[in-house]
């Protein structure tokens, strides 16, 4: 990468950073954390420096970050709208035949409510700062 490319990259993340809402580590209530120096999502600071030790070449000093990135959380659920546009698009022309409608609406919305699986994804508005 050439030296512009590093300064504007450096120059991004500085607006980013001052831009950020910051919360101690102590404070994050998300169950993870993302460090863009690794790429790589976390759920403990301890895994994370166990990530670092595990990476170091031989003699090489641990460079942890000051920072990293929050997450948003992302539940698992069926977006029955989503999924009845994409089935009555093939279907016949001005099809409309659909029985218990409400019903399979207050199904889904149930079903819904009791998924418990996540995903997460980087926000960059939220900075966690170390107070290790």
């Not at 607006?15 to 403990?44: C, G, H, L, N, P």
């Amino acid at each position: 990468m050439d030296i512009i490319k590093i300064e504007e990259n450096a120059r991004r993340e500085k607006v980013r950073f001052e831009k950020a809402t910051k919360i101690k580590y102590s404070d994050y209530k998300v169950a993870m954390f993302y460090d863009e120096q690794t790429d790589q999502y976390f759920d403990d600071y301890d895994d994370m420096v166990e990530s670092y030790e595990n990476n170091l070449s031989e003699g090489e000093k641990i460079n942890l970050p000051k920072y990293v990135y929050g997450c948003k959380e992302i539940k698992f659920k069926i977006n029955i709208e989503h999924a009845l546009e994409s089935a009555i698009e093939d279907m016949y022309d001005d099809f409309d035949d659909i029985v218990n409608l409400t019903e399979l609406h207050e199904f889904v919305n149930e079903w819904n409510k009791k998924q418990t699986a996540s995903t997460y994804f980087q926000d960059n508005n939220t900075i966690i700062i170390f107070d290790k």
